[in-house]
């Protein structure tokens, strides 16, 4: 059994009344560890989502929308914070290049060194109803999870991995081809891991999503498409990444501007 740190296990439980099957060379990963079936039904919020505003080191689960005419000032002022440059080259980018897939090695994010791989940190942080592999605290074999960027809810088995994937919200050929290409591997490493760029979400919509940016690629869900742009510039800022001129443009654009 694995073992975590005191303030990690009280995270995790707290999270918990909340994998991979392929590497995509977007930076996007399946789950691998499990499976799921989606439902179909209406957007299902489940009432612990947390606005992005709210929540600017990813450690609380969910995304939920940014609707009042504050938060999206706020959120248009946190994206007019980016700075633009056309993309570069995808010459040279590998998935391997930001270590291998969910290490709990990677330092300088929350939730590392605590015992728990950064795919299930994932799960623990937004699934409910978690069912754990018999002899662990940290492996998740079945959970509920609420998508933010479908609307539905997915019961997550076992047996279908590909259904839920885990999204690394600027994809990891995005950042290679705006400069991180020139980066350290640490720093690699850390945007790969880090929970601010990561989120559980419907494998269709995810690998739909590719390497794109904002300008042309949106969460289906029209509500979540601020907390969208939020979150990707919020992770953009963090690692003093610029994003395109139109990516900047089309993310104001979902806040209001």
């Known amino acids: ?56 080191d990813g450690t609380k689960p969910g995304l939920a929308a940014v609707t009042t005419d504050a938060d999206k000032a706020a959120a248009r002022k946190l994206i007019e914070e980016l700075a633009t440059k056309g993309r570069g080259p995808k010459t040279g980018y590998a998935r391997d290049k ?16 605590n015992g728990c791989d950064t795919r299930n940190d994932l799960i623990h942080r ?17 959970m509920t999870l609420h998508d933010p960027y479908t609307g539905t809810t997915i019961e997550w088995r076992k047996a279908k991995a590909s259904e839920v994937q885990i999204d690394h ?3 990891l050929s995005y950042s290679w081809q705006m400069g991180s290409s020139r980066w350290s591997v640490s720093k690699r490493k850390q945007l790969a891991n880090d929970v601010l760029n990561l989120i559980p979400v419907e494998g269709r919509a995810n690998s739909a999503k590719g390497d794109s940016g904002p300008a042309t690629w949106l969460p289906p869900n029209k509500q979540i498409r601020c907390a969208y742009a939020v979150r990707f510039a919020q992770v953009a800022i963090k690692y003093e990444m610029p994003v395109t001129a139109p990516d900047k443009q089309m993310m104001l654009r979902q806040c209001g501007g």
């Open 1 to 56: 059994m694995r073992h975590r740190g005191a303030g990690s296990t009280r995270f995790l439980r707290a999270a918990a009344t909340a994998a991979v099957a392929a590497l995509l060379v977007s930076g996007c990963e399946g789950l691998g560890e499990g499976s799921s079936s989606t439902g179909s039904g209406p957007p299902a919020p489940d009432g612990r989502a947390i606005s992005p505003l709210k929540n600017p």
């Open 98 to 113: 930001f270590g291998y897939a969910w290490m709990d090695t990677a330092d300088g994010v929350p939730l590392a060194r």
């Open 126 to 142: 937004d699934g409910q109803n978690l069912r754990l592999r018999s002899g662990s605290d940290c492996v998740v074999i079945a």
């Open 169 to 171: 919200v600027v994809p």
